[in-house]
């Protein structure tokens, strides 16, 4: 057989695993969960190893009762890469549907370890929590959920110029001496986190508890006491933060009582000032005033050496980042784009995959504001394998759908769309719901297929009257109204 007779057979199975792989994902979110079981049995057939593959089908398992095949297919979507945060994810929740409630709780701290910001863990904590105590009594030490991520969670555009300032004290802290502390000691440094570790100690002294193993044959005494060092870091962080602040404010005192000298500035407080000056600009909406309090700040940082600040390049590419999206809202396209290609480009200098899927969304949100959607797409993709949990992939399938639409390519925009839909369902956004179930609505109409269009259609109707959002609930309705004659008689 010759080589070109040969080719196209190479090719076929991956084609035909990725067509099989979104068959199964949009027959889930239509709800045809045995259907999505034999297309995703199917795919594995022909890959046997894809996560991503295993994630889907366990939770088909789960929606059909199925909870020990769940379980299955989740440890086996960890096989090769134990931190997967989806397949922890997908663990917990079969644990805790087989009241499995203890080993459930232990795999949604470790999920949120991984992942902080992530919603899904912090809820499955929380459930978990709940079924514990309704099934043997509410412990002696109750673990509230209340604000549990505050420490963490910030908003995407501080995240990394905190990083960067917490940085620059690191060889400070590192040589702060660990001092005996008070249990109130810890409370008040570990706040939210004080009764996360209370409930974890009180687990550890159940003899009969931490005998036992996990499915994967881990000894939950070691899997405990892990999330208790865990937790003991954030205590020492903690401390450390507060005694490099002491050091400063006696610092500064001490400086306040000589005769001032035009020496210069010390970085870390300058640059906390110059953050909150920019977001307090932007938040107003003087968008002009934070973009020129943001390149004002600029200057200042590059004229700072990386033996002052060690983070230099990762808080030039916040600022870069900055400066891209006040020009993007100030309507100049080629500017904004060159910031963010800068700030693109220091991301991947540092290897910083947080940063570099920063760099890469609003580049593509540039390309979209201004109409140019194949460029925004070709960036929103390479942002997929970097997306953090199912809110950031609801937005990202739905603006890639959104684009693909715009484009005219309408199953492109229909199999994005249905993606954007399972990504809402998991997190049980009604909003991001409701304009998924749009997307594929518009998709499925150009498509021709009808039926469907229409049932998508009603569905963001009734997540539209879940919100009370009038506006959406008439422009939902109309399309409706017009899909409707589409149909057989």
């Not at 199975?13 to 027959?27: I, Y």
């Not at 203890?102 to 991984?114: D, N, T």
Request: hydrophobic fraction near 35%; glycine fraction near 6%; include cysteine.
């Amino acid at each position: 057989m010759s080589d070109t007779e040969e080719n196209p057979e190479d090719q076929q199975p991956k084609g035909v695993f990725s067509n099989l792989l979104a068959e199964g994902d949009w027959l889930y979110s239509k709800g045809e969960y045995k259907k999505a079981i034999s297309s995703y049995t199917s795919a594995l057939a022909m890959k046997p190893d894809d996560k991503t593959c295993f994630v889907g089908r366990s939770k088909c398992y789960l929606m059909v009762g199925q909870s020990h095949s769940a379980l299955n297919d989740a440890e086996a979507s960890l096989t090769e890469d134990k931190s997967f945060f989806k397949g922890l994810y997908q663990k917990a929740e079969a644990l805790f549907y087989m009241g499995e409630f203890e080993f459930a709780l232990v795999f949604y701290h470790r999920g949120r370890k991984l992942r902080p910001q992530m919603q899904e863990f912090r809820l499955g904590i929380q459930k978990a929590q709940e079924a514990i105590e309704n099934s043997v009594g509410s412990p002696s030490v109750k673990l509230k959920i209340e604000g549990d991520l505050s420490f963490l969670q910030k908003d995407e555009e501080n995240t990394q110029p905190i990083a960067a300032i917490q940085n620059l004290t690191k060889q400070k802290k590192q040589q702060t001496q660990k001092i005996p502390r008070s249990e109130k000691t810890t409370k008040r440094l570990l706040g939210e986190f004080y009764t996360d570790k209370k409930y974890l100690e009180t687990l550890l002294k159940d003899e009969a508890l931490v005998k036992g193993k996990t499915k994967g044959g881990e000894q939950l005494q070691d899997v405990i006491q892990g999330y208790l060092s865990y937790i003991d870091s954030c205590t020492e962080f903690r401390t450390q933060e507060k005694a490099v602040g002491a050091q400063q404010k006696e610092s500064k005192s001490r400086q306040d009582s000589k005769p001032r000298q035009d020496a210069p500035s010390e970085p870390a407080p300058l640059l906390l000032e110059g953050l909150d000056d920019i977001d307090a600009e932007l938040t107003s909406g003087n968008t002009e005033g934070g973009l020129k309090k943001a390149q004002e700040l600029m200057k200042t940082v590059q004229g700072w050496s990386e033996k002052e600040v060690p983070n230099k390049r990762e808080i030039l590419g916040s600022l870069h980042s900055c400066i891209g999206n006040a020009l993007m809202d100030l309507g100049d396209m080629d500017k904004a784009i060159e910031h963010h290609q800068k700030d693109l480009e220091l991301a991947e200098e540092c290897k910083l995959p947080d940063a570099t899927a920063r760099a890469l969304e609003n580049i593509g949100r540039v390309y979209a504001q201004f109409g140019r959607f194949t460029q925004a797409i070709k960036f929103w993709e390479k942002v997929i394998p970097l997306a953090r949990g199912g809110l950031e992939e609801t937005w990202l399938f739905h603006e890639i759908g959104w684009c693909h639409l715009k484009l005219d390519r309408h199953k492109e925009a229909r199999d994005y769309g249905v993606r954007s839909v399972a990504a809402a369902n998991e997190i049980a956004d009604e909003k991001w719901q409701m304009n998924a179930n749009v997307l594929v609505a518009q998709s499925e109409l150009k498509l021709g297929n009808f039926e469907s269009s229409v049932s998508h259609f009603e569905r963001a109707l009734a997540q539209a009257k879940l919100q009370e959002d009038d506006s959406a609930i008439n422009a939902i309705q109309k399309a409706l109204d017009e899909a409707k004659p589409h149909l057989p008689q």
